[in-house]
């Protein structure tokens, strides 16, 4: 399972070209980037029989580690960021996502214990340094980073939302709607928070890019566990 070395963080930089549409590109990203990009978040494998029960209780307990915990992305980004308007779209988010994590909470006892799957220690050392990564983008000092990345966490997790109701529907748990700021609205906070400065762009996108990277970057490993626990029962 060496080949998820990449899932730390990822290598790009802030660099010097000009960001005219943060909120255009931040909903480019988000399509092109993350969850919406890889094929295992919508693999039928992830969601029928009959591996379904399994493969589901390992993205659940997975992203109860990434996402889980209080205070997340969200909460460290609402304690650096003054802009009022930016501060309003946190406050909804926020709301928002104390709801997932209790969703999640939920989940995770519904579906279980982690299922055993070869190389089970590397996994945890690297979603361990995930959740290290993503902590280390929402608590930065950098003007917009913080934000970025709750705003590309809250626009991807629309996405992983279809498979933890797919998780539900499996293990007789209710499905509570997903009560997070609209997408159109989302980009253009991030339009006018960004355009006053290319500089604030270029942190924003950063940080959004590296929450991709990391949500990409678990679909990956999650993908390889579960043909890794295929292979073992062959």
Known sequence: ?????????????????????AGEALGAAVRGEGSAAH???????????????RNLADLVHYLCILHGRYPGVVDHATLRTTDPEARGWLAN?????????????????????????????????????????????AQSERIGCALGAAMALVLDWAVVRRALDAAARRFGLETPAYAAPDPVLTEAVADRFAGASPTTGRALLFGARQILAQHHGLLDLLEARAQARQAAAA
């Open 39 to 53: 094929p295992w978040a919508a693999a039928p494998a992830l969601t029928a029989p009959p591996d379904a029960a």
């Open 93 to 137: 988010a926020a709301y928002a996502f104390a709801g997932e994590r209790a969703f999640l909470a939920r989940l995770a006892a519904a579906a279980g214990p982690v299922p055993s799957t070869p190389g089970a220690a590397d996994t945890d050392a690297v979603v361990q340094a995930q959740r290290h990564a993503i902590e280390m983008l």
């Open 1 to 21: 399972m060496q080949r998820f070395g990449r899932v730390l963080m990822a290598s790009a930089s802030l660099g010097s070209t000009a960001v005219p549409r």
